[in-house]
């Protein structure tokens, strides 16, 4: 199979997999809701199960955005700059050229 084939098929099984995620997710709040009506009533119900959603997409917002630091750029010493020319010069001199 091709590494498109390959690649496809990931991607469809990841979609397939979402929809089944979110499909549970759906029947879950939707019998917690049941729950929760048969006990306190529809109305304040709706507002726990809203209340935890917000709740919920609030603490995946938070950490989603979280700032990941940049990495201190590495120092360069005199011989790394040694061996950065040398390898450029081999380079250089290894490659076939034409003089016109």
């Known amino acids: 199979m091709s590494r498109i084939g390959r690649g496809l098929r990931v991607v469809g099984g990841g979609l397939l997999a ?8 759906g029947f879950l709040t ?3 809701y049941m729950a929760l009506a048969a006990e306190w009533g529809a109305p304040w119900a709706a507002a726990a199960v809203g209340a935890g959603l917000l709740v919920l997409g609030a603490l995946l917002l938070a950490a989603m955005s979280g700032r990941h630091p940049e990495p ?3 120092e360069v010493t005199v011989a790394d ?10 380079a250089g001199r290894s ?6």
């Open 18 to 25: 979402g929809v089944f995620l979110v499909a549970g997710f």
């Open 30 to 32: 939707a019998a917690g």
């Open 72 to 74: 201190p750029p590495k």
């Open 95 to 100: 490659t076939d050229r034409k003089d016109d």
């Open 81 to 90: 700059l040694i061996s950065a020319f040398m390898t450029g010069l081999k």
